[in-house]
């Protein structure tokens, strides 16, 4: 009970931790979309206003342009008729967009165009000359009306007399540029707002889909751990009771105690044999190993480590066959291959029955060649064909205890098929049996 209560405590802690750094996650992803879309927004904003008033500006400033370089013009066309002040006779007047206004003043800041400013008088009347102002663009506010101006003086030589030696204030109207910087400024803060509550959802799906690697690495790690500790606790128990006992009989000779220091001689080989390979996986994971890659062929790498075997299997009256035919060029490091056959190899004997058969035999499937390593032992159930290659999975716990075995030898075979960019399987080996392919990518020459 002790113990269900330690894990449902634990699961519990790990699940608030989890919850934790989602939420972290999750803030951290909405407030960059946040970043990210205001500053694109003021940036596009900015972008939009400063091209309106550039278009603006340049046609006040084609305006001054055309006013400067005005074309001769007879006096009698130019100087008012004083019997005609509603200005109906025709009277010249600066070419200009329908939204411009052009106000003329002399030196004493007396308006000279009066009649031709038509119904915009009424408007534009209490404007008055500032001379401070002079090649100055700015913005006015005229009765709600908003006006991009610009005050210049006009030399004296200026073939039209209207402006020759006077002040010139050209006005044009913005409301409707302004109207539409408004309008832009509006359609962009519901954009940003609806885009936003977007990015709230893709915020919190995203955070879900980082959280999982990092939540199966962290059930792997605790996994590791915990099969790890289980594993160094069980030989450390046996040697402890084993000295323990012979502490007790401090008079009896080794010879007297030499079954208690051979099975504490064996534990400590177990616990060799799985620091060893608890510090393969280790160096793995952070990417230390060291690798040796070259080119070769099978002959010279399935050779040395099946040796050895065929008097080990033989002396367990079982039969080994073997059947490699195919020398394809391979880049691999020859000295984790090797460990790689071992690994399968002695898994195959460890459980073939006696008179079983371990078949080891090659082909070559498209680019791949796969060498197969078959036995006629119990099989591997289609559930576990996928998990076997993970660490400390055991198929038969009480069989692999007995055998000595950590359920890490597969995990570092998975490793090293891994580094060589190939791949490791197992099948069902009909009638029954298992099979174990490993594929290789073959290095094809250019």
Do not use: C
């Amino acid at each position: 009970m002790l113990g269900i209560f330690f894990k449902m405590t634990q699961k519990t802690r790990q699940s608030k931790i989890t919850r934790r750094q989602q939420f972290k996650l999750f803030l951290s992803i909405m407030v960059s979309f946040a970043v990210l879309f205001l500053t694109l927004g003021i940036i596009i904003f900015n972008l939009f206003q400063s091209s309106t008033y550039r278009s603006i500006d340049k046609d006040i400033r084609n305006q001054v342009v055309s006013i400067k370089k005005q074309p001769n013009m007879a006096k009698k066309e130019i100087d008012p008729d004083p019997h005609d002040p509603d200005g109906q006779n025709k009277k010249p007047d600066p070419k200009a967009p329908f939204q411009a206004s052009i106000l003329v003043f002399d030196d004493q800041g007396k308006l000279l165009n009066k009649s031709s400013l038509g119904n915009r008088y009424s408007v534009l009347k209490n404007i008055k000359l500032n001379k401070r102002n002079i090649n100055v663009k700015q913005t006015l506010v005229v009765k709600n009306m908003n006006f991009r101006s610009m005050l210049i003086k006009v030399s004296k030589k200026n073939n039209n007399p209207m402006y020759a030696g006077h002040y010139v204030l050209i006005m044009q109207n913005i409301d409707t540029q302004i109207q539409a910087i408004e309008n832009f400024e509006k359609i962009l803060i519901i954009t940003f707002f609806i885009f936003w509550v977007i990015a709230l959802v893709v915020s919190y799906f995203l955070s879900r889909i980082n959280m999982l690697p990092i939540m199966k690495s962290w059930k792997q790690q605790t996994e590791f751990v915990n099969d790890a500790a289980h594993e160094l606790r069980t030989p450390l128990t046996i040697i402890q009771g084993k000295l323990e006992y012979m502490l007790t009989k401090p008079n009896k000779t080794i010879i007297d105690e030499a079954e208690a220091i051979s099975v504490s001689l064996d534990e400590v080989n177990r616990l060799n044999s799985l620091t060893n390979n608890l510090l393969v996986l280790a160096r793995s994971d952070s990417a230390t190993t060291q690798s040796n890659f070259e080119l070769t062929t099978p002959d010279f790498f399935l050779k040395d480590p099946i040796e050895p075997f065929k008097d080990i299997i033989n002396s367990q009256s079982k039969v080994f066959q073997i059947n490699l035919l195919h020398k394809p060029v391979l880049n691999l490091d020859r000295d984790k291959i090797k460990q790689l056959l071992i690994i399968l190899l002695d898994n195959a004997t460890k459980y073939t029955p006696q008179n079983g058969t371990i078949k080891i035999y090659d082909q070559i499937e498209g680019s791949k060649y796969q060498f197969i390593i078959s036995d006629t032992g119990v099989g591997v159930a289609d559930n576990d064909k996928k998990k076997i290659f993970g660490r400390f999975y055991r198929v038969d716990k009480s069989r692999n205890t007995n055998s000595g075995g950590h359920g890490l030898g597969l995990a570092i075979a998975k490793q090293i098929v891994e580094l060589h960019h190939g791949n490791i399987f197992v099948r069902d080996n009909l009638p029954h049996g298992s099979e174990f392919v490993v594929e290789l990518p073959i290095k094809r020459n250019h």
